[in-house]
């Protein structure tokens, strides 16, 4: 079965300290999709990134990057000099494939970060 | 640019009663998710819609049914309510079944069981 295991329940660090997040899925699919969602206080949720399963490439954007593995079956979200701004709880996702075509999303349990002032 | 619209974002119920939750797709965005988060939870797939049909069922009670209309907007029917309904309802939209779609989320709607 598809599954998603964010092991890290919350993470606390101080402002401008380097975080990862981490994120390890199973999967029969050989062709899937992975996504990291960010969830502030205010509860909604904020599409982050997207990764295919033939895409190994990390990928930096701004002060996020993210490292996917393949042979580990993990991918890791790393926020450079965290802000305050960065506190939310951040979700990792697998696609999962419907008989119909279209596609759910199996969630991470989420990791609460809290970056201190 | 147009995100997915939720209403209400508020919602208080009592027990037993029906609520009905909308949600009004991003433009040209055919497909249409429906999740629920509870307290501390993360997010439980409940239904989807394809161009108005349904092609996905995940946990949703059968006191739960959910329709797609012509304008492609969906409503999610809640019936005799229970406590442990109380959650965040999330709906969520992508675009056609080529390939795996980014689903964009609204904002959610906040029902509460009393």
């Known amino acids: 079965a598809q599954k998603v295991t964010q092991a890290q329940t919350e993470i606390s660090v101080v402002e401008k300290e380097d975080v990862t997040l981490d994120c390890v899925y199973e999967?029969?699919?050989?062709?899937?999709?992975l996504f990291w969602y960010k969830q502030p206080p205010s509860g909604e949720l904020v599409f982050l990134i997207r990764?295919?399963?033939?895409?190994?490439q990390n990928e930096i954007s701004g002060r996020y990057s993210w490292n996917f593995q393949k042979s580990t079956s993990s991918f890791n979200f790393t926020i450079t000099a965290s802000q305050v701004v960065d506190s939310a709880v951040y979700f990792c996702?697998?696609?999962?494939?419907?008989?119909?075509?279209?596609?759910?999303?199996?969630f991470g349990t989420g990791t609460r970060l809290k970056v201190l002032a | 640019a147009a995100g997915v619209i939720q209403s209400p974002r508020h919602l208080i119920k009592e027990k037993r009663e029906t609520a009905t939750l909308k949600c009004y797709p991003i433009?040209?965005?055919?497909?249409v998710y429906w999740y629920q988060q509870g307290p501390g939870q993360d997010p439980q797939f409940l239904i989807s819609?394809?161009?108005?049909?349904?092609?996905d069922k995940g946990s949703i009670p059968d006191r739960f049914s959910a329709q797609q209309f012509s304008d492609y907007h969906s409503e999610l029917n809640m019936s005799s309510l229970e406590l442990g309904d109380s959650a965040l309802y999330f709906c969520?939209?992508?675009?056609?079944?080529?390939?795996?779609?980014?689903?964009?989320f609204g904002p959610g709607t906040r029902l509460t069981v009393l």
């Open positions: 969520a939209s992508s675009s056609g079944l080529a390939g795996v779609d980014t689903q964009y």
């Open positions: 999967t029969r699919d050989t062709t899937y999709y």
């Open positions: 990764r295919n399963s033939f895409d190994e």
């Open positions: 996702a697998l696609s999962e494939a419907a008989t119909s075509g279209t596609y759910k999303y199996i």
């Open positions: 433009p040209r965005h055919d497909t």
């Open positions: 819609f394809y161009e108005k049909m349904q092609s």
